[in-house]
């Protein structure tokens, strides 16, 4: 397990014990305030924006086209800091990785 120190829309901060091989929308999605998740992972609805600082990104994988394409239709798009959760499978690289729930849209 890693732990992912997640800021919900709310601004409470948690840490939360993640598990590694699933994505972080699966990992945060219960959690009170959190994402909604609303097309279970499939990169078809937006509704599990993060934010996560540009300086962690090397260990992420790019955005895809799809997930790109969802993000910018969103009116909180920050292109330097805008991911969807679904989209980011937890790996031992992202032990204490900070995230920001977007807000609902």
Known sequence: MV???VTNR??????VDAFTGISMMENIRELDDSVDA????MCSCATCHVFIEPSLWDSLPERGYEELMLLK??????PERSRLSCQ????????GIALK???EE
């Not at 980011?88 to 032990?95: A, F």
């Open 3 to 5: 732990k992912l120190v």
């Open 10 to 15: 709310v601004g409470a901060t948690v840490e």
């Open 38 to 41: 609303i097309c279970g992972g």
């Open 73 to 78: 239709d969103l009116e909180s798009f920050d």
């Open 88 to 95: 980011i499978e937890v790996t031992g690289d992202h032990d």
């Open 101 to 103: 729930v977007g807000p």
